[in-house]
């Protein structure tokens, strides 16, 4: 018994009486299925059963739906096991373009809702080819024939925004492509499988917002002929734009004009203050500049419990925001730091500070542990992520910077994009909704514009792009689609495509970490088969020393023939860069059947071609590069 049925275009939708979803082209063949082993499921606080099937409601009542643009019904259930509860259920479509609305809410009842189970899980048969299409890190397409299942935490269940870099997902089978972009995406929890053999699956659940469903969560899916992972890019690209979400940099270098010079330059990091390395920095500055590079320098950071050579080294020198509090961050006090940022910048540098946003520093003179949510136990609530008074630590640490004279011209918060405000407990008694978290931290890129900064975090996530001009990182180890083996470097899993980089390229700044040195720890790396020369063009990342070979600083080895190929390198690197930088990737496609070779395109008209088994790449349409293939240096 069909519960509904929807006419689309080129589909006709029909929710099915256990709540699972058919999708029939209008030939009547089956396009997609939702799993019917794992039906829409609700848990909630009361009730004797941890999960109940949505399908056992006792009453569904279906009406009509309409909002102007779509078509379709609501259906009210109610009546579940042991549980007051009524939730709703919108489908509706509109019918130009099948865009299929998935819409679920809380209506009444007096128990919280915590969690909504498989709204909706799609499964691919490996036996009937194409990919799964995921918006982890910098993008990845998992092949029906990948050989290995998905490793790493998160991928068993992962939040929008943190784990996944972009609110939509696709399957590719054949013709027939499924597109699913997540509107409601800050509590959207989505686990993908590939269970090597069998099947591929996206399944979509939905968390609660301080401990229950206070608003409609709501998920959107295209049915497309012949629409690949580069168009999903492209439609998710116009997409964001309608939302604001995007925003390039040559539009925001109106207002925030270093923009226009940081992308000329080079980075060049410093890790931790050490007042017998400032002449060794300069020097190594003026060098760079002798070679015909442009520096951005990553100033030093400190510990926000004051010097000491104890504290010296980039873990100790935390930069947490307190550190911009310190009445003597370093011996001779802030005027040393002053002085040590005017002489780089009467080199020609931009100066790029670094600033952790974590709420509390056991070792600094600022704890307060008194100010932080605890748990029922009593416990402090991982308090360091939270985002709650981001706004009023970040203002007080950049009103500070300019009563001391410290001039920023970009100021890179450690952290924010990656991890902070998502801690694993927003029940009631947490001060703030995840949505509120992410706004909160878009305030603070907005107020470090305002204060003429260039704001700066430390992962590409879509949604902090409109206020955020550069990361750290565009492909960073935990985005990485990898096996560990017990011995030698991490295995790939599933294909790394630009997926990031088709949406987003021209309206970011970033680096790619990969360059055949483990700057943290053994295992964050590029893996061994893989050339990163080629993947740092590849992702049109922005040239970094700290990111090549024994980046060691100040530098070590100018004059060997090593460090000449390393030099020759970054100015390839970034003559590249420069032509490309803002550009937008307007495709990207594989040009063997063993997507060994690859090629991706810019609006500029050039083109970059790469060979990946041969280690070669080849560079049209960019003054300097002729179109030859070329094999980056063994660094």
């Not at 802030?334 to 520093?361: H, I, K, N, Y």
């Not at 981001?390 to 918060?413: H, P, Q, T, W």
């Not at 004059?559 to 690197?573: C, E, F, I, P, T």
Request: glycine share 10%; aromatic share 12%.
């Amino acid at each position: 018994m069909n519960l509904v049925e929807l006419p689309g275009r080129h589909v006709r939708v029909v929710l099915n009486e256990d709540l699972s979803l058919s999708v029939l082209g209008r030939d009547g063949r089956l396009v997609w299925e939702s799993s019917r082993l794992h039906t829409p499921a609700v848990v909630a606080s009361g009730g004797g059963r941890p999960r109940l099937p949505l399908a056992g409601a006792a009453e569904l009542v279906t009406s009509a739906f309409s909002d102007g643009r779509r078509r379709g019904h609501s259906v009210r259930l109610s009546g579940l096991e042991g549980l007051d509860l009524c939730l709703e259920l919108v489908l509706a479509i509109e019918e130009p373009n099948d865009e299929l609305l998935i819409q679920l809410s809380q209506v009444g009842g007096r128990d919280s809702v915590e969690r909504i189970q498989h709204l909706y899980r799609f499964e691919k048969p490996v036996r009937d080819g194409g990919y799964m299409v995921l918006p982890h890190g910098s993008g990845y397409l998992i092949p029906a024939d990948c050989p290995d299942e998905l490793p790493g935490r998160g991928l068993k269940g992962g939040l929008i925004g943190a784990r996944w870099s972009m609110p939509f997902f696709g399957l590719v089978r054949g013709n027939d492509s499924l597109y699913v972009a997540v509107e409601s995406w800050w509590d959207c929890d989505v686990e993908a499988e590939h269970v090597p053999g069998e099947r591929s699956a996206l399944d979509f659940h939905w968390v609660s917002s301080l401990g229950k469903l206070g608003y409609a969560r709501r998920l959107f899916l295209r049915f497309f002929q012949g629409m690949d992972y580069a168009g999903m890019a492209k439609l998710y690209r116009q997409q964001a734009a309608e939302q604001g979400l995007l925003r390039t940099l040559e539009e925001k270098a109106d207002r925030t004009p270093v923009i226009q010079r940081y992308v000329e330059n080079v980075l060049f990091r410093w890790p931790a203050w050490n007042r017998e390395d400032s002449a060794a920095a300069l020097r190594d500055i003026r060098k760079f500049y002798e070679m015909g590079l442009g520096i951005n320098f990553f100033f030093p950071k400190w510990s926000s419990g004051g010097y000491s050579p104890e504290r010296g080294t980039p873990t100790a020198a935390n930069g947490l925001w307190q550190a911009y509090l310190h009445p003597e961050p370093v011996p001779g006090g802030w005027p040393t730091l002053v002085e040590l940022a005017e002489s780089v910048r009467r080199t020609g540098c931009t100066v790029q500070g670094f600033m952790c946003p974590a709420t509390q520093d056991p070792q600094g003179p600022h704890y307060d542990e008194e100010r932080w949510p605890r748990d029922a136990a009593g416990n402090v609530s991982r308090p360091w992520l939270s985002g709650h008074d981001a706004l009023d630590r970040i203002s007080r640490a950049l009103d500070n910077l300019e009563a001391v004279g410290l001039k920023f011209d970009v100021l890179y918060y450690d952290t924010f994009s990656a991890h902070m405000g998502l801690p694993e407990d927003y029940s009631a008694a947490h001060p703030m909704s995840r949505r509120r978290n992410f706004e909160e931290q878009n305030a603070c890129f907005a107020q470090t514009r305002r204060r003429g900064i260039m704001p700066g975090a430390e992962l590409a996530r879509f949604w902090c792009i409109p206020e955020c001009d550069y990361f750290f990182f565009t492909d960073w180890s935990s985005d990485r689609l990898c096996n560990t083996p017990v011995q030698g470097a991490p295995a790939p899993v599933g294909e790394p495509v630009p997926l990031f980089e088709l949406v987003f390229h021209d309206c970011y700044i970033a680096g790619f970490s990969g360059g055949g040195y483990a700057l943290y720890a053994p295992g964050y790396d590029w893996w061994a088969d893989r050339t990163p020369r080629l993947y740092e063009l590849f992702f049109a990342s922005a040239p970094a020393y700290n990111w090549l070979p024994e980046p060691y600083t100040p530098v070590r080895d100018w004059d060997s023939a090593r460090a000449k190929q390393r030099w020759g390198w970054l100015r390839r690197w970034n003559s590249y860069y420069r032509a490309i930088a803002m550009s937008e990737m307007v495709s990207h496609r594989f040009v063997s059947a063993d997507r060994s070779s690859q090629r991706i395109e810019f609006a500029s008209g050039a083109v970059v071609e790469f060979d990946f088994s041969e280690n070669r790449f080849r560079v049209s349409g960019i003054a300097g590069f002729d179109g030859q293939w070329e094999t980056p240096p063994q660094l």
